[in-house]
């Protein structure tokens, strides 16, 4: 018998004061039985970072045609592609191909990645990289509860959550493109 996905009903109160997005969201998301609570948390920041009506979960680790979040038009054309990890340079630039615009949460030891994969896809104009810190995902995201409440605020590309364990700093760096 296959596992299957544990749902996360979330609360995010938004505010992206670089953008100007004041929202409260709420919805349910799925966690794939192989997923990380790190990767969930990296897909919760991708969401919160480019919010937009439109924006939704992909099937990301049970579909590989599929992105970990996308945007799209009404005539179902990929204007946003969401991926997070570190995918290898053909994922990104197979991506790039389907996507008006594609970015990257990155997360983890990104040393290697960044030297073998990044200056590899450098060249697309369409690519957008921000690496997560770690260490402040791991314990945002440790014994996460099925119920997530966050108060998410971006402000001059910082982001802050703030949950039932207190305030957390999730340092940002972009290391291709900009949001």
């Given at each position: 018998?296959?596992?299957?996905a544990?749902?996360?009903k979330?609360e995010?109160?938004?505010?992206?004061?670089d953008r100007?997005?004041?929202?409260?969201?709420?919805?349910?998301v799925?966690?794939?039985?192989s997923?990380?609570?790190?990767?969930?948390?990296?897909?919760?920041?991708?969401?919160a970072?480019?919010?937009?009506?439109?924006?939704?979960?992909?099937?990301?680790?049970?579909?590989?045609?599929e992105?970990?979040?996308?945007?799209k038009s009404?005539?179902?054309?990929v204007?946003?592609w969401?991926e997070?990890?570190?995918?290898?340079?053909d994922?990104?630039?197979?991506?790039?191909?389907r996507?008006?615009?594609?970015?990257l949460?990155?997360?983890?030891?990104?040393?290697?990645w960044?030297t073998?994969?990044l200056?590899?896809?450098?060249?697309l104009?369409?690519?957008?990289?921000?690496a997560?810190?770690?260490?402040?995902?791991t314990?945002?995201?440790?014994n996460?509860?099925r119920?997530v409440s966050?108060s998410?605020?971006?402000?001059?590309?910082?982001l802050?959550v703030t949950?039932?364990?207190?305030?957390?700093?999730?340092?940002l760096e972009w290391?291709?493109g900009?949001?």
């Open positions: 018998m296959a596992l299957q544990t749902p996360y979330v995010l109160n938004l505010t992206d004061l100007g997005v004041y929202e409260n969201l709420r919805f349910t799925a966690r794939h039985p997923e990380t609570e790190e990767r969930l948390g990296a897909r919760l920041i991708g969401y970072l480019w919010y937009s009506e439109s924006l939704a979960f992909g099937r990301g680790l049970s579909d590989v045609d992105p970990a979040l996308w945007d009404l005539d179902d054309r204007l946003h969401i997070v990890g570190q995918p290898d340079a994922r990104l630039v197979w991506c790039s191909r996507a008006e615009r594609v970015s949460v990155a997360y983890g030891s990104l040393r290697v960044q073998k994969v200056e590899q896809v450098r060249t104009k369409n690519l957008s990289v921000v997560v810190d770690s260490q402040a995902l314990e945002l995201t440790a996460l509860p119920s966050w998410v605020m971006i402000s001059d590309g910082t802050f949950d039932e364990r207190g305030q957390h700093e999730i340092p290391l291709a900009e949001r």
